[in-house]
């Protein structure tokens, strides 16, 4: 129990200010802080860190900011949605997304512009990917489980900013349970009406509850639902272990029953986390709030 | 353009009454009448309806509302997650849900009790569950596709109340493109661990993709977002058809660019509906809003 | 604790049957069913209820239902906001507002309508209630509290379906803390300008303070928060009594902080409800809650 | 139209280099970049600007960025709650709210500590609030318009931190159109049980109108919505003039008809901003959102 002191914004101030300044107060900023908190601890304590992230988080810019994390060890293992990786698919392929376009849906439609809210991307971006994408499915064996395909995707790309590209070089797996579910799915079956091409998603199962199932401290961070965090949740119903942290970034709420919205606590009836786990939720836009928490946590460590 | 009139409520109101009431006005009053004229509309065009449902419907009771649908031909595709479709057979085994169970989560755990908000389900649910569905698995041919697995499934189960029973009755496909997220994902896993076991999820895609490409009308309806609404919308890339009917009952918004909350209109600019396409979305708790407009749809047809 | 049973809709039904089946489940569902117990307990016990809305509710259509409440002794104090006041009296001088109105926010400036969402009202409704309401103002005496000028406002009015109408059949007091921010009160303010006019705010708090200090029970219900949340709550800090039920129809959420979203358990610390009240929040949309509510009560009653 | 480059996260970043990645995005990202771009244009066409704050801000610690924005020259009118100014005194009085309370709101009952989800604040501020009130309302003259009280309110602190104080010092008029529910209400009106004190709502009509038909330019920024919101735009109604510039901070949605989260685009139908404005909405948690803002268009100033 303290003192909520006056937040003080002043010309100059470092990220690491402002989250200082949030500390003082309550609400989300208070929550921002403590997310801060949680995942320099998480780092400190040598967590093996799971990511989940759902939402149009690589049309929006944010590919780089989790392709780092890997890069320098904050996040050890991904679940991704398909629609996150194909974007980062196009954009590591030369492909791009775009802002500030005007125009009505249907004109949009005659342009050959599809729109992800501010987002834009344009036909040929998906056309390139169409290219690219199927002569590397060619190289590529006929059964695999979804980790391994895109762990020799990204193998085959040449950008740093792509996260499939530093997984593979970090040798971090990305899950993607829902991969039919994407523009890569449809490729993927386009691709297995001519060569044989399974993918074998059950393996993967196997695969992040070896991961989870840890002599050590587990820990999670979860930007949006959907299915990245139940497969990251479940992954302790198998295992042994459960999660010591968890911080989630959602916009959704908990009285409508969705898992998305659902508090971290009720993990706790599961077994997915521990009763003594330290946990966070911001109720916050994930483009705002998780940059923000990414910069000052680098700072701290 | 026309007058708001005043609604008006009284004793011994029909919810065919109710609904005529909310007609007279807008917000979301308004946009429940919308809806069940546009549902009704979808029946009389003779759609094919597409139904995608995400968030936990089954363990909420809206289990039964989506099989009797099925039943009476007023829903002729189904996806869903993972979670609904394990709770369904959850209930067809002869487990059951709970409300009114009180305590801390720590305290549920230690009572083998797993909460979802204000739903509870007990350990021993997920015990029969083990037991039921390993029995049926071993009957089950290798390697299927999920829709052809849930099928069989369906054939062995006798509770009128699944809809995954209805769907094998009716010969309706139930496409679960996260199949792996979920406990029967789970169970799945487990089983492959001892007999093969390999569950094809790009053979669907190509069976939702004919599915969409029909000579008539296609309708979707989406209770939530997730997996569910995305693979539903893009089956419609790969066809030459698009939605001419979408209604949709969600409580994510547009702004932070997650599919969940894109509206309607955003699927125009990918040729998922067409231009002139009738839609509506209804920003509402869907166990409030669609048990009532299922209600006045059959009251109406 | 009990089961979840699984909902059922059929042709037919009426709302209570639709209630009955929303009690045998969760999340929203459940909760209308627990909102329609409250408020019918609330009848039975004899309590004085305190009714608070804000939001477009009378543009919305929804002003006759307040009024029905009123006239039928199922609500006992109203406090609204300047604009649900005002726009009441709109539609008692004659004026109306609109639906189904097409064009940019642009193109309805040119065209004289203002918009409220998908409502919308002509400038001549507004130049309507000008006329009518100086004409009033022009007998009433200079210096009174906002709920009697709003009594003597609503002894001048003949429209049945006016809240305010009905509230002056009934004697129940509108308090209005923010008159000043409506039009009315603009147009209390250009009055001003040629003749002694001057509101006492400060006598409605003691007025309210009366009624909130009975012997009997006291039970609130809010659409939306606001002013009349607050108003209606902190009469209760000085009075020696606390309110034993309260329901809100509510969609904003806790954790941003404001009153507005905040739960009914908070105004237990505050002394505002009694520790052993009852206590409901539905978290949707009034415009289709509140009537469906409203029904269900009025069949059970 | 542009493209959406990668947001680059980095040790040792500053506030404004956290909006420069942000402009590269979009979602709520771009909104904050946005936001920062036109507070600072309203600055450098000297526009009057209007504040207008709702929520529980002063408790939650933002109440002396309020502060030094007046003192800076950097807002010009301010429209407040009551409850914000409420707490704003006990602040300047030396009371205090606190975060980090533990216990049930049954317990917290008993200690004397008020909830505001997690901002606490003890009865004995409360107490002390209405000894300070009290003499100072004993040299206050009996009937004044609100924003008048405030001035002398304000001459009468010694607190720098105080929003109050500095909008005193500055000339800077705070109005509370809803200031009878507020605790500082309550003391008015226990005040007025024995004095003579009559407060003037009407008059500060007219006061923001003036303020509001100015030659200039004109711009507003809401943080949250409800009465301050609305007064602020009502005044334009009867002003000649309309704002050019306008910035919310909201979590309402417009779907539910409510003006606090109306679109700014709606007000454009009203007359109360102009047609070729310029409007930003930031859907996020203001707590978050405006110290953040308010850093970096300091940065840039």
Redesign the interface.
């Known amino acids: ?15 690491s ?2 989250v200082r ?2 500390e ?9 802080a403590e997310a801060v908190s949680l995942y320099k601890e998480m780092l400190e304590k040598e967590c093996r860190i799971f990511l989940g992230f ?3 988080l690589v ?7 989790i392709a ?1 994390l890997i890069r320098d060890d904050m996040v050890h293992v991904v679940v991704s949605t398909g ?1 996150n990786v194909t974007h980062d698919l196009i ?1 590591a392929f030369g492909g ?7 125009g009505e ?2 004109e ?2 005659e342009k050959g ?8 991307i344009e036909d040929r971006s998906f056309i390139l990917f169409e290219e690219k994408i199927q002569e590397i499915l060619k190289e590529i064996e006929p ?1 695999m489980s979804v980790s391994d395909v895109l762990k020799e995707i990204g193998r085959k790309l040449n950008s740093s ?1 792509s996260f499939v590209r530093q997984a593979y070089l970090k040798d971090v797996p990305v899950f993607v ?7 890569l ?2 490729h ?3 691709y ?2 001519e060569c044989a ?10 695969k992040i ?1 070896e991961l989870a199932n840890i002599s050590g401290r587990a820990g999670a961070i979860f930007l ?1 639902g ?2 990245p965090k ?2 990251i949740f ?1 992954a302790m ?2 295992s042994s272990s459960s999660f010591e942290y968890a911080l989630q970034i959602t ?10 919205g ?1 508090t971290l ?7 997915k986390v521990s ?1 003594d786990s330290k946990l966070c939720t911001v ?7 998780f ?2 928490i ?2 000052a946590v ?2 701290r ?1």
């Open positions: 129990m303290g003192k909520i002191y006056p937040l003080e914004m002043k010309k100059g101030m470092s990220v200010d402002l300044e949030y003082k107060g309550v609400f989300g900023a208070g929550k921002i759902a939402g149009a049309p929006a810019g944010l590919g780089k900011i780092d629609a954009e791009s997304h775009l802002k500030g376009v005007q849906d249907s949009l439609r512009i599809d729109r992800i809210y501010d987002a834009f059964v900013d349970p829902a991969l039919s579910d994407s523009i799915g449809l993927l079956f386009l297995s009406q091409c399974q993918l074998d998603h059950v393996k993967d199962i196997g509850v949006g959907g299915v139940n497969f479940q119903l198998l916009t959704e709420r908990p009285e409508y029953g969705g898992l998305s659902a606590e009720e993990a706790i009836s599961w077994g009763k109720y916050c836009d994930a483009t705002i709030a940059p923000l990414v910069a680098r700072d460590c």
